[in-house]
């Protein structure tokens, strides 16, 4: 499991992409998992998770077309 200190969407979603399955948690933001290259938000997740998610999730899809 990494662990992120600071939240920065760009770093995570590089992370994300290059292992493409595992778990990560984010300070102030908790724990995720990512399966097929993607982010998943956690089975009891609120709206800040939702978010979250799909802003990294966005970064990952553009680094997919650069």
Known sequence: MRMFNRYVPLM???HV?????G???????GDFEFQQGLL??????EVQHYRT?????????????E
């Open 12 to 14: 995570i979603a590089r």
């Open 17 to 21: 992409q290059r292992l493409f399955s």
């Open 23 to 29: 778990r990560l948690h984010i300070n102030g933001k």
């Open 40 to 45: 998943k938000p956690p089975e009891n997740a």
């Open 53 to 65: 998610v799909k802003e990294i999730n966005q970064e990952i899809r553009r680094l997919r077309t």
